[in-house]
Protein backbone atom coordinates (compact mmCIF):
# COMPACT_ATOMS: atom_id res chain seq x y z
CA UNK A 1 0.00 0.00 0.00
CA UNK A 2 1.41 3.43 -1.02
CA UNK A 3 2.56 5.36 1.43
CA UNK A 4 2.58 8.61 -0.23
CA UNK A 5 -0.37 9.14 -2.40
CA UNK A 6 -1.16 11.96 -5.08
CA UNK A 7 -4.26 13.94 -6.78
CA UNK A 8 -4.41 14.19 -9.73
CA UNK A 9 -2.27 11.92 -11.32
CA UNK A 10 -2.16 14.36 -14.39
CA UNK A 11 -3.77 17.65 -15.36
CA UNK A 12 -4.46 19.73 -17.87
CA UNK A 13 -4.80 23.69 -17.19
CA UNK A 14 -5.23 26.55 -18.71
CA UNK A 15 -3.55 30.02 -18.20
CA UNK A 16 -4.96 32.04 -15.41
CA UNK A 17 -6.74 29.14 -14.24
CA UNK A 18 -6.39 27.72 -10.65
CA UNK A 19 -5.11 24.38 -9.86
CA UNK A 20 -4.74 22.60 -6.94
CA UNK A 21 -2.18 19.75 -6.62
CA UNK A 22 -2.95 17.16 -3.17
CA UNK A 23 -1.12 14.70 -1.52
CA UNK A 24 -2.13 12.56 1.32
CA UNK A 25 0.61 10.79 3.53
CA UNK A 26 -0.01 7.55 6.08
CA UNK A 27 3.67 7.47 6.90
CA UNK A 28 2.77 9.50 10.24
CA UNK A 29 5.54 12.04 9.50
CA UNK A 30 5.67 15.78 10.34
CA UNK A 31 8.06 16.71 7.47
CA UNK A 32 6.40 17.15 3.51
CA UNK A 33 7.47 18.83 0.29
CA UNK A 34 6.47 20.12 -2.89
CA UNK A 35 9.14 19.55 -5.68
CA UNK A 36 8.56 20.21 -9.39
CA UNK A 37 10.58 18.46 -11.74
CA UNK A 38 11.33 19.62 -15.40
CA UNK A 39 12.23 17.65 -18.33
CA UNK A 40 15.93 16.08 -18.32
CA UNK A 41 16.31 17.99 -14.31
CA UNK A 42 16.57 17.19 -11.27
CA UNK A 43 14.05 17.97 -8.40
CA UNK A 44 13.58 21.66 -7.49
CA UNK A 45 12.24 22.75 -3.65
CA UNK A 46 8.83 24.66 -3.48
CA UNK A 47 7.49 24.93 -0.20
CA UNK A 48 7.53 22.09 2.72
CA UNK A 49 6.07 22.16 6.11
CA UNK A 50 6.94 20.68 9.55
CA UNK A 51 3.63 20.76 11.31
CA UNK A 52 -0.08 21.21 10.40
CA UNK A 53 -1.32 24.90 9.48
CA UNK A 54 2.20 25.74 8.70
CA UNK A 55 4.30 26.02 5.87
CA UNK A 56 7.61 27.34 4.47
CA UNK A 57 9.24 28.86 1.47
CA UNK A 58 11.51 26.14 -0.45
CA UNK A 59 14.16 27.24 -3.33
CA UNK A 60 11.58 28.25 -6.06
CA UNK A 61 8.39 29.36 -4.21
CA UNK A 62 7.01 32.24 -6.69
CA UNK A 63 3.86 31.46 -8.19
CA UNK A 64 3.31 28.91 -5.06
CA UNK A 65 0.85 28.47 -2.62
CA UNK A 66 0.88 25.60 -0.05
CA UNK A 67 -1.82 24.46 2.52
CA UNK A 68 -1.21 21.70 5.31
CA UNK A 69 -4.39 21.22 6.66
CA UNK A 70 -3.31 18.42 9.23
CA UNK A 71 -0.51 16.43 9.45
CA UNK A 72 -1.45 13.48 6.45
CA UNK A 73 -2.80 16.37 3.61
CA UNK A 74 -0.26 18.79 1.80
CA UNK A 75 -1.43 20.92 -0.82
CA UNK A 76 -0.01 22.78 -3.80
CA UNK A 77 -1.98 25.50 -4.95
CA UNK A 78 -1.32 27.60 -8.46
CA UNK A 79 -3.57 30.85 -8.35
CA UNK A 80 -2.58 31.71 -11.57
CA UNK A 81 -1.15 29.10 -14.02
CA UNK A 82 1.36 30.45 -16.27
CA UNK A 83 2.89 27.87 -19.43
CA UNK A 84 6.40 28.00 -16.73
CA UNK A 85 4.93 26.11 -14.76
CA UNK A 86 4.62 23.39 -17.09
CA UNK A 87 6.57 20.18 -15.06
CA UNK A 88 5.70 16.77 -13.04
CA UNK A 89 5.18 17.64 -9.49
CA UNK A 90 6.46 15.65 -6.35
CA UNK A 91 5.25 15.41 -3.19
CA UNK A 92 7.51 13.90 -0.50
CA UNK A 93 7.36 12.84 3.29
CA UNK A 94 10.46 12.46 5.97
CA UNK A 95 10.91 11.18 9.02
CA UNK A 96 14.61 11.43 8.92
CA UNK A 97 16.93 12.66 6.09
CA UNK A 98 15.20 9.70 4.05
CA UNK A 99 12.54 11.45 1.84
CA UNK A 100 9.33 9.25 0.34
CA UNK A 101 8.26 10.56 -2.75
CA UNK A 102 4.46 10.27 -4.25
CA UNK A 103 4.39 8.99 -8.07
CA UNK A 104 3.96 12.53 -8.89
CA UNK A 105 1.45 15.04 -10.88
CA UNK A 106 2.30 16.09 -14.54
CA UNK A 107 0.94 19.13 -15.02
CA UNK A 108 0.68 20.83 -18.77
CA UNK A 109 -0.58 24.56 -18.75
CA UNK A 110 -1.60 25.69 -22.01
CA UNK B 1 23.85 26.92 -0.35
CA UNK B 2 25.18 23.52 -1.03
CA UNK B 3 25.44 22.82 -4.95
CA UNK B 4 25.69 19.43 -6.53
CA UNK B 5 26.85 18.55 -10.30
CA UNK B 6 26.23 15.35 -11.93
CA UNK B 7 27.97 14.28 -14.43
CA UNK B 8 27.68 12.69 -17.45
CA UNK B 9 23.86 13.53 -18.47
CA UNK B 10 23.82 11.10 -21.08
CA UNK B 11 25.23 7.75 -20.69
CA UNK B 12 25.05 4.92 -23.21
CA UNK B 13 26.86 1.14 -22.43
CA UNK B 14 26.58 -1.78 -23.38
CA UNK B 15 25.28 -4.46 -21.44
CA UNK B 16 27.63 -5.96 -19.24
CA UNK B 17 29.87 -3.15 -19.18
CA UNK B 18 29.91 -0.99 -16.13
CA UNK B 19 28.67 2.61 -15.91
CA UNK B 20 30.26 5.13 -14.08
CA UNK B 21 27.90 8.64 -12.31
CA UNK B 22 29.59 11.42 -10.42
CA UNK B 23 28.34 13.65 -8.74
CA UNK B 24 30.52 16.56 -6.57
CA UNK B 25 28.99 18.35 -3.81
CA UNK B 26 30.49 21.81 -1.72
CA UNK B 27 28.86 21.79 1.50
CA UNK B 28 31.79 20.32 3.68
CA UNK B 29 28.69 19.70 6.35
CA UNK B 30 26.95 17.15 3.90
CA UNK B 31 26.07 13.93 6.04
CA UNK B 32 23.58 11.80 3.99
CA UNK B 33 24.12 11.09 0.46
CA UNK B 34 21.55 8.99 -1.66
CA UNK B 35 21.01 7.52 -5.08
CA UNK B 36 17.67 7.55 -6.94
CA UNK B 37 16.20 5.36 -10.28
CA UNK B 38 13.81 7.08 -11.87
CA UNK B 39 12.15 4.79 -14.42
CA UNK B 40 10.37 7.10 -17.41
CA UNK B 41 6.66 8.12 -16.12
CA UNK B 42 7.25 6.77 -12.66
CA UNK B 43 8.28 8.22 -8.89
CA UNK B 44 11.90 8.13 -7.72
CA UNK B 45 12.96 4.73 -6.42
CA UNK B 46 15.74 4.75 -3.59
CA UNK B 47 18.44 2.82 -4.37
CA UNK B 48 20.71 3.72 -1.62
CA UNK B 49 21.43 6.06 1.42
CA UNK B 50 24.82 6.68 2.34
CA UNK B 51 26.14 8.28 5.57
CA UNK B 52 28.91 10.08 5.68
CA UNK B 53 31.19 8.05 8.02
CA UNK B 54 30.69 5.01 5.41
CA UNK B 55 32.72 5.58 2.10
CA UNK B 56 31.82 2.06 0.23
CA UNK B 57 28.43 0.68 0.00
CA UNK B 58 27.52 -2.29 -1.84
CA UNK B 59 23.99 -3.01 -3.48
CA UNK B 60 22.76 -5.44 -5.41
CA UNK B 61 24.95 -5.08 -8.64
CA UNK B 62 26.33 -1.53 -8.23
CA UNK B 63 28.62 0.08 -5.47
CA UNK B 64 29.02 4.05 -4.66
CA UNK B 65 31.60 5.39 -3.32
CA UNK B 66 31.85 8.39 -1.10
CA UNK B 67 35.02 11.05 -1.07
CA UNK B 68 34.67 13.07 1.78
CA UNK B 69 37.82 15.01 0.72
CA UNK B 70 37.12 15.47 -2.50
CA UNK B 71 33.48 16.04 -1.78
CA UNK B 72 32.87 13.47 -4.95
CA UNK B 73 29.76 10.83 -4.94
CA UNK B 74 30.08 8.15 -7.54
CA UNK B 75 27.56 5.29 -8.58
CA UNK B 76 29.65 2.38 -10.40
CA UNK B 77 26.69 0.16 -11.83
CA UNK B 78 29.24 -3.20 -11.77
CA UNK B 79 27.80 -5.30 -15.31
CA UNK B 80 24.37 -3.28 -16.45
CA UNK B 81 21.52 -4.66 -18.15
CA UNK B 82 19.14 -3.25 -20.14
CA UNK B 83 16.58 -3.28 -16.83
CA UNK B 84 19.63 -0.67 -15.63
CA UNK B 85 17.77 2.03 -17.74
CA UNK B 86 16.82 4.98 -16.35
CA UNK B 87 17.51 8.22 -15.21
CA UNK B 88 19.38 8.35 -11.93
CA UNK B 89 19.60 11.10 -9.59
CA UNK B 90 21.98 11.70 -6.42
CA UNK B 91 20.63 13.72 -3.68
CA UNK B 92 22.36 15.61 -0.92
CA UNK B 93 20.92 16.11 2.68
CA UNK B 94 21.67 19.50 4.14
CA UNK B 95 20.40 19.38 7.86
CA UNK B 96 19.53 22.73 9.14
CA UNK B 97 18.57 23.30 12.86
CA UNK B 98 14.65 23.35 11.66
CA UNK B 99 14.54 20.62 8.69
CA UNK B 100 16.40 18.36 6.18
CA UNK B 101 16.65 19.58 2.56
CA UNK B 102 17.65 17.39 -0.52
CA UNK B 103 19.61 19.13 -3.22
CA UNK B 104 19.52 16.82 -6.31
CA UNK B 105 21.71 16.45 -8.84
CA UNK B 106 20.89 17.25 -12.74
CA UNK B 107 19.98 13.51 -13.22
CA UNK B 108 21.81 11.28 -15.83
CA UNK B 109 19.90 9.55 -18.30
CA UNK B 110 21.41 5.41 -18.65
CA UNK B 111 20.69 3.47 -21.58
CA UNK B 112 21.96 0.19 -21.36
CA UNK B 113 22.28 -1.66 -25.77
CA UNK B 114 21.77 -5.05 -25.96
Known amino acids: EAAVTQSPRSKVAVTGGKVTLSCHQTNNHDYMYWYRQDTGHGLRLIHY???????EKGDIPDGYKASRPSQENFSLILELASLSQTAVYFC?????????FGPGTRLTVL | GEQVEQRPPHLSVREGDSAVITCTYT??????FFWYKQEPGASLQLLMK?????EINEGQGFTVLLNKKDKRLSLNLTAAHPGDSAAYFCAVSVESSSFSKLVFGQGTSLSVVP
Open chain 2, 27 to 32: DPNSYY
Open chain 1, 92 to 100: ASTHSAEQF
Open chain 1, 49 to 55: SYVADST
Open chain 2, 50 to 54: VFSST
